[in-house]
C-alpha cells in the first residue's frame, strides 16, 4: 500500500520540512505528495519535480486556503483508506492537522519521529530529547509527524511524477482564517538554514539582535533566538529555537549569550558544529559546543563580524 | 460559558530527567511532579475569562494515579470552581485521553475546552486537536490570544513564519502557547479555599472508554552524546578552526 505525506509549500516551492517527510516516508512504500490549498498549479509542479515522489494529488478548493485544520483533517481522512501511512513534517501545520486526522481514523499518532525502525516502530524524543523513545504501534493505520532535523531532505528537483486532483468531499466550515502576520526577511527559514545564530538573554535587548546581523548576512545565516530572549520581548516568537519552538539542525549553530537550558538544547543539539560565545565560563551551553568562546559578546560579536569580512 | 481545562501530573520541569537504567523508560520515583507548564497557561486564561465574566464556571479534569488529584488542587487555589479526577493506573495515550475527555465534556456540555498545546513528559502535542476531532468542534492551536466574541472565538496562533489569526464558530478547543499570559501564583488564602472544592472521581469505565495503549514503549535510550568541545582564546582563533578545522566556512 502506498503513504501519503501532505507537503507544505511556498512561494519559492516545497519546504525543505516536507522533503525531510518525503525522505522519511520513502522506506515506508510509495509515496504519494498531497499538495492542498487554492491555486495549486505552481505547488504541483514543484512537487512532481521531487525525488521519492511517485504521484502527485493536488485538492484545490477556496476552503483548503491556509490549511484550516477542520477541513483538511475531512479531506486526509477522505483519503486514508489507500494508504498505510499517512505523514507531515512536525510544523505548525503538521501539529495542527495530523493529530485531528488520527482521531478521527481512532488512531494514535506517532509525533515527530526521528528514525524509522519498519512499518510499525518508530524512535521519536521524549522529554526535551533527553530520552529516546522506540515505539510500536498496533494501529493499523499510522499518523505521523516528522522531525525534518532527523531525516535529509529529497532533492527538490530529479523527479517527474503524474500530478492529479483528487475527489473533494464535504469539507466543514467552523473556522475561518482572517489575517497573517508573517515576518518577512530575506534570511533563510530557521529550520532549513545551513548556517544559524542565536542570541540569548545575554543580549540585553532588542537593539542589540542587530550585532547578529553583519555575522548572519556574511554566512547567508538564518537568526535564531533561546526562549528566554522570545519571553524578554526582544524578538517575535517565529525566532525561538528549543522544545517548544524550532527544532533545528544545521551545519553550524552558533549560541551568542545563551545559557543552555535543557529546552533550548532540545532545539539544537544535533547541529553538526556548534559555537557558543559567553561571558560565563560555567555556563551549560559549552558542554555541548564544539568550540566555546568565553568573552563579552559586545567585544566578540564586532570582532567576529570584522574577522569574518577579512577574509 | 462553561469552560473545561484538563491538567496534567508531569514532571517538574526544572529536573533535569534521566533514562533507567534497564532502558524502560525515565526515571519517575521520587522526582519532583508538577502541572504541565502549559496547563497552568489553560487554567490561568480560563481564569481570567472568568474575571472578565466570560466564564460562568471552570472545570478542571486531571487522569491518571491518584496523586493527580494534586493536580487538580493546584487549579483550584489559581481559580478553578470545581475538578474531575478520572482515576487509571493505565499509560494514557493522547487518544485514551481525548475520548475520555470527549466523554465527559458530552456529560458537562462546555463552550470552550483550553489544554496546553503539549506535555513536556511525551512531547506529543496531539490531544487538543484529537479532542476537537472526536467533538467535532473547532480548533486554535498555539494560541498567544484569544477573544471571545459572541458565539465566536478570535484566535492569534504561534505558527512557524509569524501569527495567524483566526475566527473560530463556537464550541471551541483551545491549546495555549507560551506567550498567552503569565500563570500566577495562587496565594494562600486561595490554596485554604481550593481544600474546601470539591473533585468528584470516575473510572474510565464509567465513562465508557478502554483506555488501552495503542503505543506500546519498546525501549528507551539516552540520546546520542555530544563529545566535549574545546575551548577557543580569541575570535581569530575561533574563525580559524571553523574554516580549517570544522570546516564549515
Redesign the interface.
Known amino acids: 500500500m502506498a503513504v501519503l505525506v501532505l507537503l507544505e509549500f511556498d512561494a519559492s516551492g516545497i519546504k525543505q520540512p516536507s522533503r525531510s517527510a518525503v525522505a522519511a516516508a520513502q522506506s515506508l512504500g510509495d509515496v504519494h505528495a498531497l499538495v492542498a490549498g487554492a491555486g495549486l498549479a505552481d505547488a504541483a509542479a514543484a512537487a512532481a519535480k521531487l525525488v521519492g515522489v511517485a504521484k502527485v494529488l493536488t485538492a484545490d478548493a477556496p476552503a483548503l486556503d ?1 490549511l ?3 477541513p483538511m ?1 475531512a479531506l486526509l481522512v477522505a483519503m486514508a483508506p489507500d494508504y498505510s501511512h499517512i505523514l507531515a513534517a512536525t ?3 503538521g ?10 481514523l ?7 519521529i526521528a528514525a524509522v525502525i519498519d512499518a510499525d ?1 518508530f524512535v521519536r ?15 493499523a493505520k499510522k499518523v505521523i509527524t516528522v522531525r525534518a532535523a532527523s531525516f535529509d531532505p529529497v532533492a527538490a528537483e530529479g523527479g517527474s511524477a503524474p500530478i492529479e486532483p483528487v475527489a473533494l468531499g464535504d469539507l ?1 466550515g ?10 518577512k526577511s530575506e534570511r533563510p ?1 530557521l ?1 532549513a538554514a545551513r ?1 544559524v545564530i542565536s542570541g540569548g538573554r545575554g543580549m540585553q535587548n532588542g537593539a542589540n539582535f542587530a550585532l547578529l546581523e553583519p555575522i548572519a548576512d556574511k ?1 547567508g545565516a538564518a537568526v535564531g533566538a533561546s ?1 528566554a530572549a ?2 524578554a520581548g526582544f524578538v ?3 525566532f525561538q529555537v528549543g ?2 519552538g ?1 527544532i533545528v539542525a544545521p ?2 549553530y552558533i549560541a551568542v549569550g545563551i545559557s543552555g537550558a ?2 533550548h538544547l532540545a532545539g539544537m ?1 544535533d547541529s ?4 557558543a560565545i559567553n561571558k560565563d ?1 560555567e555556563a551549560p551551553i ?10 563579552d559578546l559586545f567585544v ?1 560579536l564586532p ?2 563580524a570584522a ?2 569580512e577579512r577574509s | 460559558m462553561k469552560v473545561l481545562v484538563p491538567v496534567k501530573r508531569v514532571v517538574d520541569y526544572n529536573v533535569k530527567v534521566r533514562v533507567k537504567t534497564d532502558n524502560t523508560g525515565i526515571e519517575t520515583s521520587g522526582v519532583k511532579m508538577s502541572m504541565n507548564p502549559f496547563d497552568e497557561i489553560a487554567v490561568e486564561e480560563a481564569v481570567r475569562l472568568k474575571e472578565k465574566g466570560v466564564a460562568t464556571e471552570i472545570v478542571a479534569i486531571s487522569m491518571g494515579i491518584p496523586q493527580c488529584a494534586e493536580t487538580i488542587r493546584t487549579a483550584l487555589a489559581m481559580g478553578a470552581d470545581r475538578g474531575i479526577l478520572v482515576e487509571t493506573d493505565v499509560d494514557l495515550q493522547p487518544l485514551a485521553v481525548a475520548k475520555l475527555l470527549k466523554a465527559i465534556a458530552d456529560q458537562e456540555q462546555p463552550q470552550l475546552i483550553i489544554l496546553g498545546k503539549q506535555a513536556i513528559d511525551d512531547d506529543m502535542s496531539a490531544t487538543g486537536p484529537m479532542l476537537a476531532a472526536l467533538l467535532g468542534w473547532s480548533q486554535g492551536t498555539f494560541a498567544s490570544k484569544l477573544t471571545v466574541d459572541g458565539d465566536t472565538i478570535i484566535v492569534t496562533r504561534e505558527v512557524d513564519g509569524g501569527l495567524e489569526t483566526v475566527a473560530l464558530n463556537l464550541p471551541s478547543i483551545i491549546t495555549t502557547d507560551l506567550r498567552l499570559n503569565e500563570p500566577r501564583y495562587a496565594s494562600l488564602p486561595n490554596i485554604m479555599k481550593a481544600r474546601k472544592k470539591t473533585i468528584d472521581n470516575k473510572k474510565p469505565a464509567d465513562l465508557g472508554v478502554d483506555p488501552t495503549p495503542r503505543l506500546t514503549v519498546v525501549r528507551v535510550d539516552e540520546p546520542p552524546k555530544r563529545k566535549a568541545g574545546q575551548k577557543v582564546g580569541s575570535v581569530a582563533e575561533l574563525v580559524s578552526k571553523l574554516r580549517t578545522e570544522a570546516k564549515v566556512i
Open positions: 491556509h484550516m485544520a477542520e483533517a510544523t505548525a501545520v501539529k495542527n492537522i495530523l493529530p485531528r486526522v488520527a482521531a478521527l481512532d488512531v494514535q499518532p506517532i509525533s515527530d516502530t524524543p521524549i522529554y526535551a530529547g533527553n530520552g529516546m523513545a522506540t515505539v510500536k504501534s498496533s494501529d466543514p467552523t473556522s475561518k482564517f482572517i489575517s497573517a502576520e508573517l515576518s527559514e529550520t548556517v554566512l526562549r522570545v519571553d517575535p516568537n517565529e522544545q517548544t524550532k551545519e553550524l535543557i529546552q543539539k553538526k558544529v556548534i559555537v565560563e559549552f558542554q555541548v559546543a564544539d568550540y566555546g568562546l568565553v568573552a566578540a570582532e567576529l574577522e569574518l
